[in-house]
């Protein structure tokens, strides 16, 4: 078996482990879902590397020592030695309190050579050297240990997103957009794929080319912090309007500006190889500065719509849509092909994914699930895997992606015999749960391996009624949510018509659709004031359960969708273990919980 194992390294945010087994996705685990933090901010993927490693063992008998190769997500080579350094500087900060640095300690002078060098990793910015400490503590925490010569491989930041975009979409040509707040140096690059064969056909650097970095900083104005803001901006941008805001913002962006098809133009220099992340975001606080020149917006979020919130949101969510609505233009005109891939943070904007999927310009459109830097050890490994160790990944369309641990039958049940909870066990008979929802219930589901990616898609999901107009308002608030944030549908396959203008089978909900006119009254809970909704489309082969589930919601009520939101209360990640499940379950106002086969009631 070939074997590559790829991780986020240097550590920035939603950093996670992807593990590639002869061609094959196999496994993928978010930091973020084992401490809790949303994003993991510079968290090293300590327990998800450790899950990886646990699983290869016990479903393949692979050890540690049998990986091939590891790819990381950065290449060191395109960094500035400023950039280096902080990035293995802060990874080295956030390492030592999380995993043991084996050295003798009964020996002093092997104690201080073992600093010594420590210490010129870090000066170096050798955050390679800084990656085998951390593969090998990792591997010693399970009782395994790993040959001296581990391979790293680094993969630029950008080719990651490319990879993850092309190898899981089925397509043996395509064209890719990566698009988000920042690689080594740049944040929109448009590529051309032929047979795996990856060529740049234009880069545009992060001071003049991201998109993501101006949601980031508009989002700030509006009064949300870094990373968790532009999702929450997006749902809020329905409600503002063309105003001053949209007309400032335009004015800073050219298209077709010289060799980029986008650029933003603001005055001063800037570096196009920064020394920190600051630097990369000075053109766009100048930006948002010119725009709102207070700190924030003086609204509470969870209170009444502000206007210059809700006009800002309008503002930064039209300019997105329209440049990426040109970038794909500009790449259909100038490259050519009928299949598109996107990744990169800016591809979970839905919306402006929507606006390229109704222009019709691609025949097929395939946006990697996990777009943002969750994605990127994935896309690492796939490429490692091809065209480092020579192999060939298998390319067919990736439909799923429950790629978490597993957790058999008998570890949930210890868990919920040790509640002492009123559960009764009843398999795969979804009837009682169905019920429960039809009669106005809120109701948490818990089953398999967990999703990789930001949305939950029917193996971690909270699930009501979404003909009950009242659930868009008690569901949030049960999840300690803004009450104007939108909810989403999951739905039969085969009903997508019913509902939608136009749709396509889209299973991972990174892509928006338009209702059809007489729709939005049916199911009101998961149609946003836009009249658009981010639905899952599920059929048997691919969760049968869930499936399961939809279908029996249909026969109750003649509507073959239900409402689908994360399972995890305000400020969590998505649960991961039966444990989370209980313990949210518990805090949380849910009638019921069905969890791997137990329906548990308060």
Same mark, same amino acid.
């Given at each position: 078996?070939?074997?590559?194992?790829?991780?986020?390294?240097?550590?920035?945010?939603?950093?996670?482990?992807?593990?590639?087994?002869?061609?094959?996705?196999?496994? &993928?685990?978010?930091?973020?879902?084992?401490?809790?933090?949303?994003?993991?901010?510079?968290?090293?993927?300590?327990?998800?590397?450790?899950?990886?490693?646990?699983?290869?063992?016990?479903?393949?008998?692979?050890?540690?020592?049998?990986?091939?190769?590891?790819?990381?997500?950065?290449?060191?080579?395109?960094?500035?030695?400023?950039?280096?350094?902080?990035?293995?500087?802060?990874?080295?900060?956030?390492?030592?309190?999380?995993?043991?640095?084996?050295?003798?300690?009964?020996?002093?002078?092997?104690?201080?050579?073992?600093?010594?060098?420590?210490?010129?990793?870090?000066?170096?910015?050798?955050?390679?050297?800084?990656?085998?400490?951390?593969?090998?503590?990792?591997?010693?925490?399970?009782?395994?240990?790993?040959?001296?010569?581990?391979?790293?491989?680094?993969?630029?930041?950008?080719?990651?997103?490319?990879?993850?975009?092309?190898?899981?979409?089925?397509?043996?040509?395509?064209?890719?957009?990566?698009?988000?707040?920042?690689?080594?140096?740049?944040?929109?690059?448009?590529?051309?794929?032929?047979?795996?064969?990856?060529?740049?056909?234009?880069?545009?650097?992060?001071?003049?080319?991201?998109?993501?970095?101006?949601?980031?900083?508009?989002?700030?104005?509006?009064?949300?912090?870094?990373?968790?803001?532009?999702?929450?901006?997006?749902?809020?941008?329905?409600?503002?309007?063309?105003?001053?805001?949209?007309?400032?913002?335009?004015?800073?962006?050219?298209?077709?500006?010289?060799?980029?098809?986008?650029?933003?133009?603001?005055?001063?220099?800037?570096?196009?190889?920064?020394?920190?992340?600051?630097?990369?975001?000075?053109?766009?606080?100048?930006?948002?500065?010119?725009?709102?020149?207070?700190?924030?917006?003086?609204?509470?979020?969870?209170?009444?719509?502000?206007?210059?919130?809700?006009?800002?949101?309008?503002?930064?969510?039209?300019?997105?849509?329209?440049?990426?609505?040109?970038?794909?233009?500009?790449?259909?005109?100038?490259?050519?092909?009928?299949?598109?891939?996107?990744?990169?943070?800016?591809?979970?904007?839905?919306?402006?994914?929507?606006?390229?999927?109704?222009?019709?310009?691609?025949?097929?459109?395939?946006?990697?699930?996990?777009?943002?830097?969750?994605?990127?050890?994935?896309?690492?490994? &796939?490429?490692?895997?091809?065209?480092?160790?020579?192999?060939?990944?298998?390319?067919?369309?990736?439909?799923?992606?429950?790629?978490?641990?597993?957790?058999?039958?008998?570890?949930?049940?210890?868990?919920?015999?040790?509640?002492?909870?009123?559960?009764?066990?009843?398999?795969?008979?979804?009837?009682?749960?169905?019920?429960?929802?039809?009669?106005?219930?809120?109701?948490?589901?818990?089953?398999?391996?967990?999703?990789?990616?930001?949305?939950?898609?029917?193996?971690?999901?909270?699930?009501?009624?979404?003909?009950?107009?009242?659930?868009?308002?008690?569901?949030?608030?049960?999840?300690?949510?803004?009450?104007?944030?939108?909810?989403?549908?999951?739905?039969?396959?085969?009903? &997508?018509?019913?509902?939608?203008?136009?749709?396509?089978?889209?299973?991972?909900?990174?892509?928006?659709?338009?209702?059809?006119?007489?729709?939005?009254?049916?199911?009101?809970?998961?149609?946003?004031?836009?009249?658009?909704?981010?639905?899952?489309?599920?059929?048997?082969?691919?969760?049968?359960?869930?499936?399961?589930?939809?279908?029996?919601?249909?026969?109750?009520?003649?509507?073959?969708?239900?409402?689908?939101?994360?399972?995890?209360?305000?400020?969590?990640?998505?649960?991961?273990?039966?444990?989370?499940?209980?313990?949210?379950?518990?805090?949380?106002?849910?009638?019921?919980?069905?969890?791997?086969?137990?329906?548990?009631?308060?």
């Amino acid at each position: 078996m070939t074997v590559v194992v790829g991780f986020n390294w240097p550590t920035w945010h939603d950093n996670a482990v992807g593990v590639i087994v002869d061609g094959e996705l196999v496994f &993928a685990s978010e930091e973020e879902r084992w401490t809790r933090r949303k994003h993991s901010p510079g968290e090293p993927p300590v327990n998800a590397l450790r899950q990886a490693f646990l699983y290869l063992r016990r479903k393949y008998g692979i050890k540690p020592k049998d990986v091939d190769a590891y790819a990381i997500n950065w290449e060191h080579k395109l960094m500035t030695y400023a950039m280096r350094f902080r990035f293995t500087a802060d990874t080295f900060v956030w390492l030592i309190n999380r995993i043991k640095f084996y050295v003798n300690k009964d020996n002093p002078i092997s104690m201080g050579l073992a600093a010594l060098g420590l210490g010129f990793t870090i000066l170096r910015g050798d955050y390679l050297d800084l990656a085998r400490r951390f593969v090998r503590s990792v591997a010693h925490s399970i009782g395994e240990d790993v040959p001296d010569n581990i391979r790293i491989v680094p993969v630029p930041h950008h080719l990651a997103h490319a990879a993850s975009a092309y190898y899981f979409s089925g397509f043996n040509n395509s064209t890719v957009l990566t698009v988000d707040g920042s690689g080594e140096f740049e944040a929109t690059v448009v590529w051309r794929v032929r047979n795996g064969e990856f060529e740049e056909v234009v880069s545009i650097p992060t001071v003049y080319g991201s998109l993501g970095i101006l949601y980031d900083e508009v989002s700030a104005k509006i009064g949300y912090e870094t990373l968790e803001g532009p999702g929450k901006v997006m749902g809020l941008a329905p409600y503002g309007r063309a105003s001053k805001y949209y007309e400032k913002l335009r004015s800073f962006i050219k298209f077709d500006d010289r060799d980029y098809p986008f650029r933003f133009v603001v005055p001063g220099k800037w570096k196009i190889k920064g020394s920190s992340d600051a630097d990369y975001r000075m053109p766009y606080r100048f930006i948002t500065d010119s725009l709102y020149p207070n700190d924030r917006v003086p609204w509470d979020v969870r209170g009444d719509l502000h206007p210059d919130a809700v006009d800002l949101a309008w503002a930064v969510q039209s300019v997105t849509e329209e440049t990426m609505l040109h970038l794909a233009r500009w790449t259909k005109e100038n490259v050519g092909g009928d299949k598109l891939g996107l990744a990169g943070g800016v591809a979970l904007n839905a919306k402006a994914n929507m606006v390229i999927h109704y222009s019709k310009l691609f025949n097929d459109m395939f946006i990697f699930p996990a777009a943002n830097d969750a994605g990127t050890p994935i896309g690492a490994a &796939a490429w490692v895997y091809e065209h480092v160790l020579g192999g060939k990944m298998k390319r067919g369309r990736l439909r799923t992606v429950y790629l978490g641990p597993e957790y058999g039958d008998d570890e949930v049940r210890k868990v919920v015999e040790r509640g002492g909870w009123n559960a009764r066990y009843v398999g795969d008979d979804v009837n009682e749960v169905v019920d429960l929802v039809v009669k106005g219930h809120v109701v948490a589901w818990y089953q398999g391996r967990a999703e990789l990616g930001p949305r939950a898609l029917g193996n971690r999901s909270i699930i009501a009624d979404p003909r009950r107009r009242d659930m868009w308002g008690v569901v949030n608030k049960i999840k300690g949510r803004e009450w104007w944030r939108p909810l989403a549908p999951s739905l039969l396959e085969e009903d &997508a018509g019913k509902y939608f203008i136009d749709p396509v089978p889209h299973q991972f909900m990174i892509l928006m659709y338009r209702y059809k006119p007489e729709m939005c009254e049916v199911v009101p809970a998961v149609c946003h004031v836009d009249q658009t909704a981010r639905p899952q489309t599920v059929n048997k082969d691919e969760n049968r359960t869930w499936y399961e589930l939809i279908k029996a919601f249909k026969d109750e009520t003649g509507e073959g969708i239900i409402l689908n939101t994360s399972f995890n209360l305000a400020g969590e990640p998505l649960v991961e273990t039966p444990q989370d499940a209980i313990r949210s379950f518990a805090f949380g106002g849910f009638k019921a919980i069905y969890l791997q086969g137990w329906l548990i009631q308060k």
